[in-house]
């Protein structure tokens, strides 16, 4: 039987950039959602990929001319997969490959679905500087101890049906209890796509990230 590491041996994970027009003084990485389980390659045209491009474009409308580079990143399979946790190996690649191209830049992580999860996961990384979860996959064993000192924005659709809003509420309860500073947002009527109130998340999140980083209107 084929084990993980032979099953992504032959793998790597990437991103997909929206550049600055200034040099690079910050990073925005955008994490995508997926599976619960699945080895199975990620494509480019994944509607887990798709949903969030429309949020880079956002953020780099909004950061491009303050040096702000956009990066969705590309997992090396679609899944989860623990106790593997796969995503959360490749976002730790994409945060090494930002300080190895940029230098000693602060970083925002934007997740939604299990990049939310990914990105609450990694959040405790030394150039972090925010952590935003759309409507994120939250389990009740998922530690929130690493995020003592950081600075957090979750919310989630009240109507949603594929992430639990409650188990969310909980995580950032955790969360702040632990020593991090935490909003979070209930959307309500809102479900899992983020489609109803589209325009309200993409502000949200491009709002949250620019603060984060400084950066005025």
């Given amino acids: 039987m084929t084990n993980t590491a032979d099953r992504l041996a032959d793998r790597q994970a990437t991103v997909e950039t929206w550049p600055a027009k200034e040099p690079v003084t910050a990073v925005v990485l955008v994490l995508p959602g997926g599976k619960a389980h699945s080895f199975a390659p990620t494509t480019r045209r994944q509607l887990t990929r798709t949903r969030m491009r429309p949020f880079a474009r ?21 899944g989860w997969n623990a106790p593997e946790c796969s995503p959360v190996a490749d ?18 992580v934007l997740g939604h679905s299990m990049g ?6 990694v959040g405790g990384d030394d150039a972090i500087v925010g952590i935003c979860a759309l409507a994120p996959w939250c389990e009740k064993g998922d530690s929130a101890e690493h995020l003592a000192g950081r600075t957090m924005l979750i919310a989630h659709g009240t109507a949603d049906r594929v992430t639990s809003p409650r188990a ?8 702040a209890a632990a020593g991090a500073e935490v909003e979070y947002l209930p959307i309500r009527g809102e479900m899992h796509a983020m489609v109803l109130r589209w ?8 709002d949250f990230a620019m603060t984060r980083l400084g950066i005025g209107y």
């Fill in 168 to 175: 969310s509420r909980r995580f950032a309860e955790r969360a």
């Fill in 91 to 108: 976002a730790r690649w994409a945060l090494a490959e930002a300080h190895r191209r940029h230098g000693d830049v602060p970083v925002v």
């Fill in 116 to 121: 939310g999860r990914t990105a609450l996961a």
């Fill in 199 to 206: 325009r309200l998340w993409h502000r949200l999140a491009v």
């Fill in 58 to 78: 956002a953020l780099s409308r909004r950061g491009a001319r303050h040096g702000v580079e956009v990066w969705l990143l590309r997992y090396r399979c679609r």
